[in-house]
T-cell receptor
């Protein structure tokens, strides 16, 4: 069990640029989540995948955000035309298919939009 | 609409004493609750959970209590250690897969 891996750990970008983050979940986990955390707040749900199917996308996510999970393995989160308000920690988590099982988080990608 | 609330942003406790972190929720349909600990520059780490069919779950120094009628849960850490200093989040399972988190309580254990 190597845990949930996220890349990069830090990303600084200029407003208007596109960025893409990657998440590698725990290998046997079929559930994958993206959360966003800003200073003083708890993690906020962004989107959920069961295997390769994206089953829910939060209203927090504008059309500039897109997430994929091809083949039900790793996932990517892309933000197009970044804005300063996108600056946050983006957390990926995975869990097994058992309904009541805890999320296992990666160490996150910290995005700074200048 | 904050469905999971942690009203104390911070807490300081002397080493060896009990730390009590509180969490309130508004949705009576929530039936599984978790506590996470977060160190700076790391992701949240799962600590302990409780199902709504129980009112207490214990794991070593950590005990979670659930009061369904009050829609309240608490995390007790006994004895508190300096390494417990972190931000603690409570979370609730909404439906079958979405976890909703509180805003966190920063615990500082003083040596």
């Amino acid at each position: 069990d190597t845990g949930v891996s996220q890349d990069p750990r830090h990303k600084i970008t200029k407003r208007g640029q596109n960025v893409t983050f990657r998440c590698d979940p725990i290998s046997e986990h079929n559930r994958l989540y993206w959360y966003r955390q800003t200073l003083g707040q708890g993690p906020e749900f962004l989107t959920y995948f069961q295997n390769e199917a994206q089953l829910e996308k939060s209203r927090l996510l504008s059309d500039r955000f897109s997430a994929e999970r091809p083949k039900g393995s790793f996932s990517t989160l892309e933000i197009q035309r970044t804005e300063q308000g996108d600056s946050a920690m983006y957390l990926c988590a995975s869990s097994s298919g058992i309904v009541v099982s805890p999320l296992h988080f990666g160490n996150g990608t910290r995005l700074t939009v200048t | 609409d904050q469905q999971v609330k942690q009203n104390s942003p911070s807490l300081s406790v002397q080493e060896g004493r009990i730390s009590i972190l509180n969490c309130d929720y508004t949705n009576s349909m929530f039936d599984y609750f978790l506590w996470y600990k977060k160190y700076p520059a790391e992701g949240p780490t799962f600590l302990i959970s409780i199902s709504s069919i129980k009112d207490k779950n214990e794991d070593g120094r950590f005990t979670v209590f659930l009061n369904k009628s009050a829609k309240h849960l608490s995390l007790h850490i006994v004895p508190s250690q300096p390494g417990d200093s972190a931000v603690y989040f409570c979370a609730a399972l909404s439906g079958t897969y979405k976890y909703i988190f509180g805003t966190g309580t920063r615990l500082k254990v003083l040596a």
